[in-house]
């Protein structure tokens, strides 16, 4: 469909108009349209584009504020070589083919001595930069050891992913009518009736390709709210039905939920007979969560549990949009299954207004799959990967087994570790210290950031300035399976110093290492590659600006759309929807969704709870911050001056806190120091401390590195606690005791 006609890139006035979409640096995992306006070499402002269906014009903050980021005095320029001790910030402007001389020979030195595998590469939270290194990490270095940098269970999205693959073999995401390019317009679809918003505060946080922005479009056109959430959030105070839990007890609503529609008998028999199995398990199961036990375990009173309950199943259609809280807590797992279940239940899949199966912008049979490069791994060096004879359900490498590697050298030492896009001592990490530690065991550490970074700082030694998304030629494309978004290209309006482009490092280094897996002669020529199956070039689609999405079906298991065999059903063994984890079976581990206490809690750990009565939950988004990025942004810091922690008034006057004082937030791991927010927002046995914080102005040398060990949350959460899959960790279901910092530090 044509949506607009106007070019990628015009001149208007003084300025040069250029289309684009901001997919990373600095980040998010979006692809809102925008309009950059710039003069020569400098961004002068962002507008929303309105020709884009995804954001219709609208814009965050941060994307809003892009030109203040790309121009920030605090960015890297120039490859930098440490060449004082690691963490004296002293460092040596070099140029970046001596920066790749350093690279080859050590990684050459380590592939000689310890194996490929004795190199990791550490992630974050991924944007545009997954699939480059997932090809770095396979096909430059030859190692299995790709891994998100210290963050414990991998608890962001990639359980969900994996989870929906093993259970009915796609990726599902509520109906807001996003696969549409004429959105609400659209004659197939009609709005959720009811949209249980669970875990996930998508009005800040527009998470994994979904705008909050879009449930308020449903709300305008009657979709009335359920949310799940500790804290009363902007779509909590305009729901239906708030359901206040105490973190952590996810599963036990999930459980009591299935309960009550099964027991009333306000499931979708026809659906449940038809396409779904397991129910009769599933039935048992949650037959032992009574709507009293429910409140009972997460201090949620029956008759709201029972109200949702029935709410939800006899709307139709109805949707449940989820968030990454599901996934910050060990036994994350029987949530998303318990969630996935209600879909099934109440025959909410792929319906218009429900919960959808999503498709590609293109159909790319040949583009890489989740993991680019990793058929240049050998089997027997796959075998090795960290975490594949523990968690044989889980991808990659485990977190919390590489961090050990990294610290004790078992089973085998870890010599070498690639960062990119990531900052695990101020925020990926769980136990910080620890991460510090592993990094600072390896013989040599490259990091690749748009700014100094304390992890950099700290354990670095090559640092190389990477280009953020206004200073790249790049594709926006679902090459990581579950982030949907219709294909784009992404579009360099400006050069900063000597900055590289993600993927220009990627081939750089590649073609350095292993130049057979490597053939092509510039970034263009393999974006071309990676497009290929559109039928377009790069050039082509940037031509073509308008975003390319895939014509989409509803109901798709009826017309056979979903199985490689073309027969009615869902991409499984048994073409089943299954209501359980036939994977899990398999490896020994509970396959329903189950309760478990967090394994710290007043229930399981009452003598502790004395010394830390509170529960603590974590790193909820903030408007002005991706993560720990922005903080040296003076417009964004603003917004956000300080890290607070949210307390109830009646608990604070009983530690004598007053509002805005300085807190230490402590637990038997460690402590921090946040500004006490008093608000009646949260239940008095809970705290919230935000995440990711570091003081870019401050020092960067040792001891301060950036203050990073002052306020950074996570070190009140230790490492090694993951979910028996090997996903899921305890970010949001901590204890704690908050006290000021004068009266006792
Ligand atoms: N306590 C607590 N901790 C948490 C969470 C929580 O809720 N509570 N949330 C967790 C979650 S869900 C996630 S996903 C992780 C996120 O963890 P990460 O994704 O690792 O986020 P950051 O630590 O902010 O690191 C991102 C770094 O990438 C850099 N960067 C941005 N764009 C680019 C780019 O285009 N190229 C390159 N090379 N670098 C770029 C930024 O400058 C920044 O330093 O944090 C986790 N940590
Ligand atoms: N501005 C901004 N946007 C972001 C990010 C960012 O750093 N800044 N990070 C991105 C990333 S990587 C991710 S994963 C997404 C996450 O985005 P969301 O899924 O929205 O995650 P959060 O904001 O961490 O938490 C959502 C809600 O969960 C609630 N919550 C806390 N503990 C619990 C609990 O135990 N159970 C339940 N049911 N709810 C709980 C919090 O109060 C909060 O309102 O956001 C992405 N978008
Ligand atoms: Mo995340």
Request: charged share 25%; glycine share 8%; with cysteine.
């Amino acid at each position: 469909m044509e949506l607009s006609n106007r070019p990628w890139r015009w001149e208007e006035g003084e300025y040069t108009v250029t289309r684009t979409l901001p997919w990373s640096g600095p980040g998010c995992h979006n692809q809102c349209g925008i309009l950059v306006y710039s003069k020569g070499n400098t961004v002068v402002k962002i507008e929303g584009d309105p020709d884009i269906p995804f954001n219709e014009g609208r814009l965050c903050v941060r994307c809003l504020s892009l030109s203040k980021v790309v121009h920030s005095p605090y960015r890297l320029t120039h490859p930098l070589k440490r060449v004082g001790e690691r963490g004296e910030d002293k460092w040596a402007k070099i140029s970046w083919d001596e920066a790749y001389d350093l690279i080859e020979q050590n990684a050459r030195k380590v592939q000689a001595e310890y194996g490929p595998e004795a190199i990791t590469v550490l992630t974050g939270t991924g944007r545009n930069i997954s699939h480059i290194l997932a090809k770095l990490c396979y096909s430059a270095f030859g190692s299995p050891n790709m891994s998100p940098a210290f963050f414990s269970g991998v608890a962001c999205y990639a359980p969900k992913l994996q989870l929906m693959l093993a259970t009915f073999g796609g990726f599902i995401w509520a109906d807001c009518s996003q696969m549409f390019p004429d959105r609400y317009d659209n004659p197939n679809w009609v709005p959720p009736k009811v949209m249980i918003i669970w875990g996930n505060n998508p009005v800040v946080s527009h998470p994994d390709s979904f705008m909050g922005y879009w449930i308020v479009e449903c709300m305008k056109r009657g979709t009335r709210l359920i949310v799940i959430d500790p804290r009363l959030t902007w779509l909590a105070s305009r729901a239906e039905v708030w359901l206040q839990l105490r973190p952590g007890t996810d599963p036990a609503i999930a459980l009591g939920l299935i309960n009550i529609i099964i027991s009333e008998g306000l499931y979708d028999g026809e659906f449940v007979d038809k396409w779904t199995d397991g129910f009769d398990a599933l039935r048992e199961r949650a037959s032992e969560y009574s709507p009293e036990r429910v409140e009972e375990i997460s201090w949620v009173p029956k008759e709201k549990l029972i109200k949702a309950a029935r709410l939800y199943a006899t709307s139709k259609p109805a949707a449940i949009q989820w968030g990454v809280a599901m996934e910050h807590h060990q036994a994350g797992m029987s949530t998303l299954l318990g969630v996935q279940d209600l879909w099934a239940l109440t025959g909410n899949v792929d319906v218009p207004g429900g919960n959808i199966i999503n498709r590609p912008g293109v159909d790319y049979a040949n583009l890489p799959p989740f993991a680019w490069g990793i058929e240049d791994v050998p089997r027997d060096t796959l075998r090795n990967t960290i975490g594949y004879k523990e968690f044989p359900f889980y991808k990659g490498a485990q977190p919390d087994l590489m961090a050990e590697a990294m610290l004790t050298g078992k089973p085998y030492p870890i010599k070498m570790a690639w960062m990119q896009a990531t900052n695990p001592l101020a925020c990926t990490g769980a136990d910080p210290k620890s991460a510090y530690q592993a990094l600072r065991n390896c013989d040599f550490v490259v990091d690749v950031d748009l700014f100094m970074t304390p992890s950099a700082m700290a354990c670095a030694d090559l640092v190389l300035p990477a280009a953020s998304v206004l200073e790249r030629d790049s594709v926006r494309a679902e090459f990581v399976g579950g982030w949907w978004g219709p294909l784009r290209a992404v579009n360099k309006v400006v050069q900063i110093g000597e900055c590289k482009s993600d993927e220009q490092i990627l081939l750089e280094v590649g073609k350095r290492l292993n130049p057979e897996s490597f053939p092509w002669d510039n970034v263009e020529q393999m974006l071309d590659w990676l497009i290929r199956d559109t039928g377009m070039t790069f050039s082509e689609l940037r031509e073509r600006c308008d975003p390319v999405y895939a014509p989409f079906h509803y109901r798709k298991y009826e017309e056979g759309l979903l199985r490689r065999d073309g027969q009615p059903g869902f991409r499984t063994s048994n073409g089943k929807f299954n209501l359980y984890v036939p994977a899990f079976e398999k490896i020994g581990i509970d396959h329903l969704p189950y309760y478990e206490e967090p394994f710290q809690s007043p229930v399981s750990t009452p003598e502790l709870s004395e010394e830390y009565p509170l529960v603590l939950t974590t790193g909820a988004r903030s408007w002005g911050f991706f993560h720990s990025e922005h903080r040296q942004i003076p417009q964004l810091r603003e917004i956000d001056p300080d890290p607070e922690v949210e307390i109830h008034p009646d608990t604070a006057a009983e530690v004598g806190i007053e509002d805005g004082d300085w807190v230490w937030i402590e637990n038997n791991y460690g402590r921090c120091k946040q500004r006490a927010k008093l608000t009646l927002t949260i239940d008095p046995r809970v705290v919230h401390a935000k995440h990711g914080w570091w003081y870019p102005v401050r020092e960067g040398a040792e001891p301060s590195l950036f203050g990073v060990w002052d306020s950074n949350i996570n070190q009140l959460l230790p490492s090694g606690y993951q979910g028996p899959s090997g996903y899921c960790a305890p970010y949001k279901s901590l204890i704690c005791k908050v006290y000021r910092v004068s009266s006792k530090s």
